[in-house]
């Protein structure tokens, strides 16, 4: 059974910066993309970032590039998330989320695993 902890969220006042972590027990293999997505009450889940297997492959959305930077260890089957410049705006619970099936990453249905995620709250 695969399961996927994320690790790393908190309370940080806007400008500030946080490093989230997503561990993956349950496989021995790394997966072809990993990922990273955002739910804020009320709103949709939505795409925040992801990387391919070997790291040479990543994608943003708009709204976060530039500040956050994803990246991988795939010694330890973990993937990260740094986060600068946070804004109010970035307020969610972050997501993390793995698959072997190949596919673009920018969707929710591209995943088949997923952490129960980490609450990001930042303050004005």
């Known amino acids: 059974q695969v399961h996927l902890v994320e690790s790393g969220g908190g309370l940080v006042q806007a400008g500030g910066s946080l490093r989230l972590s997503c561990a993956i027990a349950g496989s021995r293999f790394s997966f072809i993309r990993m990922a990273w997505f955002r739910q804020a009450p009320g709103k949709e889940r939505e795409f925040v970032a992801d990387?391919?297997?070997?790291?040479?492959?990543?994608n943003y959305a708009d709204s976060v590039k530039g500040r956050f930077t994803v990246s991988r260890d795939n010694a330890k089957i973990t993937t990260f998330l740094q986060m600068n410049s946070l804004k109010p705006d970035d307020t969610a619970v972050y997501y993390c989320?793995?698959?072997?099936?190949?596919?673009?990453?920018?969707?929710?249905?591209?995943?088949?695993?997923w952490g129960q995620g980490t609450q990001v709250a930042v303050s004005s």
């Open positions: 989320a793995a698959t072997n099936r190949v596919v673009l990453g920018l969707r929710v249905d591209d995943y088949d695993y």
């Open positions: 990387i391919g297997r070997t790291g040479g492959s990543t």
